[in-house]
């Protein structure tokens, strides 16, 4: 049976909010190592680089915002402090300035956290019947899993 936002048990509910708020955490964080790395890139593919860190962290704006949102439709309280998301993210801010070819893997790895936390995510919604955040979560995971490839492809 499906459960819309305010059918859900109040347990239910609250993990799901939880288990978002980490992939709102995550997305974050890859949204600002995005945009580190766009300002920052340097070299030979200077340009295509620049322009593929963009559409991520443009993505990454848009998705961290829906998912947020979905938490406030759960009644939940969305995480919107820095300290916060760095505090519960498994995804790290890169440190100092990476070489192109790194900041293509920190990113890769990042877009593969991501893939695989919503993947988590949408796997507690389903299992409590919340298939709006299912599909959240798989539509966001498929997108992160997209990004990972186009990086992967870099590195080759």
């Not at 459960?3 to 992939?23: E, F, G, H, W, Y």
């Not at 956290?113 to 949408?122: D, F, H, K, V, Y």
Request: charged residues 25%; aromatic residues 6%.
């Amino acid at each position: 049976m499906t459960q819309t936002a305010q059918s859900l048990s109040t347990d239910a509910a609250t993990a799901i909010a939880d288990a978002l708020n980490q992939c709102v955490a995550e997305t974050a964080v890859t949204t600002m190592l995005a945009h580190n790395f766009h300002w920052n890139v340097t070299g030979m593919a200077f340009g295509p680089l620049h322009e593929l860190f963009q559409t991520i962290y443009e993505d990454h704006f848009v998705g961290q915002d829906d998912l947020a949102e979905r938490v406030k439709a759960l009644e939940a309280h969305a995480e919107g402090t820095l300290a916060g998301m760095l505090k519960r993210s498994k995804v790290a801010e890169a440190e100092g300035t990476p070489s192109a070819e790194e900041m293509i893997r920190l990113l890769k790895e990042a877009q593969e956290t991501l893939a695989e936390t919503l993947g988590g995510a949408g796997e507690l919604a389903a299992k409590h019947g919340d298939t709006l955040t299912e599909d959240l979560c798989i539509e966001r995971g498929r997108t992160h899993e997209k990004f990972a490839w186009m990086l992967r492809a870099h590195l080759r």
